[in-house]
């Protein structure tokens, strides 16, 4: 038994993030996770602006990921090809890395911190009149606040929030390809369900894999999906491992109800939705939350209300506006649209190497095209 200013639930980037972070301002911090670091069953994408928050903490040398040189976009029988010229940069503009090596980065340098990690899955989590008890089948903890960190299926968002409904949640599906390697990032549109496949370079094998809204789409028909863009595109020799995994994909309305803290109580990360809703990358956002998480404990006040705040303004507004263009941008004639734009448009193609790396705003997009002159592109994304 112990006691703690803050207990974390989870020990992927949000959580760790705000495990350094509060740990070096001298917090007592205790971070629970019986699982990481840890192979996710995702892409393994991290861009550029994700690299340049964590390198503070972390040697981003020692990661050893691909840096990607370029992206091939496909719909239908179209293919186009965007170089992400990260020769030319300090940060690449996209970073292919083993989830077990980034997460293990960050929860080394927590650790380094002082933090105290117990490595067991909470199984239960009850209010006290100055906190929380928090525990599991080992051990029992209390402590001031409670951050929820703990991915889509957050037993800390079950306690104290409404969970995730199943229509605010992508299905992401697929294989490692395990014997092939690459520089190259392939990008698929699909328009049945509505969604894309995605094949990225691990540093020893592809991560192929499919995502589609979770209430429109069948995980087997999704992998089926990627099985036969793996047929078509992967020469050789490979093993596959086949992998499922749930990903926040919230509506407009529902991130506009999103609560991300509460009394004694914050959200991060994939347990607070803040998922971008079209490309559905977390990373970024997850470690968006874990700075604002210690910025809110560690200064004075209303730290539920300030975290709230600073939620809303540095992910809401951006999940929200790509909620709204959610619709429009998977829908047939708009890939199609866009994939032909980027054979024939340079600026085209540097405004999706900017989306790749997470540096074109949604906010900014549609001004953006516009200024391109590929007037159908616009007028599509106007309809959104």
């Excluded at 019986?34 to 996710?40: D, L, T």
């Excluded at 840096?67 to 293919?79: G, L």
Aim: charged content about 25%.
């Amino acid at each position: 038994m112990g006691r703690f200013d803050v207990a974390i639930v989870g020990a992927g980037p949000a959580g760790c993030r705000a495990a350094w972070r509060l740990a070096r301002a001298g917090t007592r911090v205790a971070l629970f996770d019986g699982s990481h670091p840890r192979e996710k069953p995702c892409g393994g994408g991290i861009t550029g602006r994700a690299l340049d928050l964590v390198r503070d903490a972390i040697d981003i040398s020692a990661l050893q990921g691909v840096a990607i040189d370029d992206v091939t976009f496909e719909h239908a029988s179209r293919r186009a090809r965007v170089d992400l010229g990260h020769a030319t940069r300090r940060t690449p503009q996209l970073t292919v890395t083993s989830r077990v090596a980034f997460d293990g980065a960050l929860l080394a340098a927590a650790l380094d911190a002082g933090v105290t990690l117990h490595r067991d899955r909470v199984i239960n989590l009850s209010r006290e009149p100055d906190g929380w008890c928090i525990s599991t089948a080992e051990t029992t903890a209390r402590a001031g606040w409670v951050l929820g960190a703990d991915g889509p299926n957050s037993f800390v968002r079950r306690r104290v929030a409404r969970p995730l409904q199943r229509e605010d949640l992508s299905i992401a599906t697929g294989f490692f390809v395990h014997g092939v390697r690459s520089r190259s990032v392939a990008i698929a549109f699909e328009d049945e369900p509505a969604g894309y496949l995605w094949s990225f370079p691990r540093p020893d094998h592809l991560a192929v894999g499919v995502c589609a809204q979770a209430d429109a789409s069948q995980a087997s028909a999704l992998r089926a999906a990627a099985s036969a863009w793996i047929a078509r595109n992967v020469d050789g020799s490979f093993r596959l491992e086949r992998y499922s995994w749930p990903i926040p994909s919230l509506r407009e309305a529902a991130i506009e109800r999103e609560e991300p803290s509460g009394a004694r109580w914050l959200l991060l990360g994939d347990a607070g939705g803040m998922v971008d809703p079209i490309t559905r990358e977390g990373i970024f956002f997850a470690l968006l939350a874990g700075d604002a998480a210690a910025d809110s404990l560690l200064e004075p006040g209303d730290a539920s209300r300030r975290y709230a705040e600073r939620i809303r303004e540095l992910v809401h507004t951006e999940l929200i506006r790509a909620a709204r263009l959610k619709a429009r941008f998977f829908s047939p004639r708009f890939t199609a649209l866009l994939v032909r734009a980027l054979q024939q448009s340079a600026s085209i193609r540097a405004i999706m190497t900017d989306l790749v790396a997470g540096q074109q705003s949604y906010r900014g997009l549609r001004r953006r095209l516009l200024g391109t002159l590929q007037v159908s592109l616009f007028v599509e994304m106007m309809k959104g």
